[in-house]
């Protein structure tokens, strides 16, 4: 399936519909909807970047931050030639309520920039970044606005952002990003707290679906930070890992892929893919979604299970790595098919959870081992899911809209006890 047969969906509307009918099912007022709908602030820059060849280039960047009711707003960097405002919208409310689920204090915002990371050289992506930076300066800061990684960005673009944030404040000031390198402050168990988050959550959900790990399949879609990770922790529950994909297709093995070696491959192949990967029959992404499984897991990108092959996805459990997988028509025919959707703002928590430990660790001045990060981060996750399940069974709605319900009901708390002007 590619990107661009996709775009007429629109994030920001597939956001709005479960906004709209999670607040209907929940009895949710007008006033606060109408307060929560919309971002505080949406920043549009442009950045001049002098290339490696002497010519001047000019990005898109975006900064939108939802909500700071519950705390500084937190939320990735994207760097894709896809982002653009409607969908940095989407993904800054969805940062909104994803906080709010695992009960962490912050809000919600998420940033991008138009650009292709992969054909830029090392020394322009630390140009643009910077620049980002600086022109973001007066909005980023560790009490109000934290970004992280987030697609085609990683430690060291946060490298770059703390490095020109703490020299334009003159002063070290670690706790303004997170998924930073250990060196910098980051904390263990970062890189792969998505992933873990991931994996805690489907464990859960098969407990509920009493599937026994090892009799279960999975399919992971997209095998960048959450995707990999996930396939490795989940196969290391004991499930078999049937099917695994990236930007250059699928891969099929219904004896089983080992992730292992797909994660060496990916990390030795210059192209930094799965292009060239034989441990399994080539599928496109589009079949690979729909492949015979257990588990699905979505951990590429927006708008991968649509009304046009939600009927025939054969997975009994689909846990959401990425952010925004399925569009909104696609969820009453998964709900017909009884097929578990362990959302998003629940199950890709993990990372944002790490994030705030990394944030108190960087505040405290002192560092945690990564077995106290893991045991953290896996109770937060676990006490999510359970408190998200039984909103579910309460309002006999699916685990989607429950989580928004929850979401909905501490953000607008916050907001009826803050009031307005
Ligand atoms: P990444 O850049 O590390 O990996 C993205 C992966 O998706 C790559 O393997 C890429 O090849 C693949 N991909 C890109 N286009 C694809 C396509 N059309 N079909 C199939 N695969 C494709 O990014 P990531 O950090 O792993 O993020 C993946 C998703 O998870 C995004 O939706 C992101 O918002 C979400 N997410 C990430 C984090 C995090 O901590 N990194 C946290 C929460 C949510």
């Keep these: 399936m590619s990107a661009n047969a996709e775009k007429q969906h629109n994030p920001l509307d597939s956001m709005m519909q479960r906004f709209d009918e999670a607040a209907r099912l929940m009895g949710l007022d007008e006033t606060v909807m109408n307060v929560l709908k919309v971002p505080a602030k949406s920043v549009a820059v442009n950045l001049p970047i002098t290339m490696d060849d002497g010519s001047i280039k000019v990005f898109e960047g975006f900064r939108v931050v939802h909500s700071t009711l519950l705390g500084p707003s937190k939320g990735g960097v994207r760097y894709s030639m896809d982002v653009h405002q409607d969908e940095v919208k989407a993904l800054a409310a969805w940062m909104t309520w994803k906080c709010a689920v695992v009960n962490i204090p912050y809000g919600g915002a998420k940033g991008g920039i138009k650009c292709d990371p992969r054909s830029m050289s090392k020394g322009e992506l630390e140009r643009l970044t910077r620049a980002y930076t600086l022109a973001l300066s007066e909005i980023f800061g560790p009490d109000t606005d934290i970004p992280a990684p987030d697609m085609g960005t990683g430690q060291q673009e946060m490298a770059w952002i703390v490095d020109e944030y703490s020299k334009i404040k003159d002063q070290n000031s670690w706790g303004v990003v997170t998924g930073k390198p250990l060196i910098l402050g980051g904390s263990l168990g970062r890189v792969e707290a998505t992933g873990r988050g991931v994996m805690v959550s489907a464990r859960s959900a098969m407990a509920k679906l009493q599937m026994d790990p090892t009799q279960s399949t999975c399919v992971v879609q997209g095998f960048g930070n959450v995707g990999s990770i996930s396939a490795k922790l989940i196969s290391m529950l004991g499930v078999k890992i049937v099917g695994i994909s990236d930007v250059s297709g699928g891969y099929h093995n219904p004896e089983g892929i080992n992730v292992e070696e797909a994660i060496k491959f990916v990390q030795n192949n210059p192209k930094r893919t799965l ?114 399940y039984l909103t579910a069974q309460k309002h006999n709605t699916t685990l989607r809209l429950a989580a928004y319900i929850v979401a909905l009901d501490k953000v607008a708390a916050t907001f009826r006890i803050r009031g307005g002007f």
């Design 275 to 388: 292009e060239g990967f034989t441990g399994g029959k080539q599928v496109t992404n589009a079949e690979l979604l729909t492949l015979p499984c257990d588990i699905l897991v979505p951990a590429a990108m927006e708008d991968q299970i649509t009304a046009k092959n939600a009927a025939d996805i054969k997975a009994k459990l689909i846990v959401e790595g990425a952010n925004g997988p399925t569009t909104a028509e696609a969820d009453p025919i998964l709900q017909e098919k009884g097929i578990m959707v362990v959302p998003d703002i629940l199950a890709n928590a993990g990372g944002v959870t790490v994030s705030y430990f990394e944030w108190v660790q960087n505040r405290l001045g002192y560092y945690w081992t990564e077995e106290r990060v893991n045991r953290r981060a896996d109770r937060v996750m676990k006490q999510a899911f359970d408190n998200v």
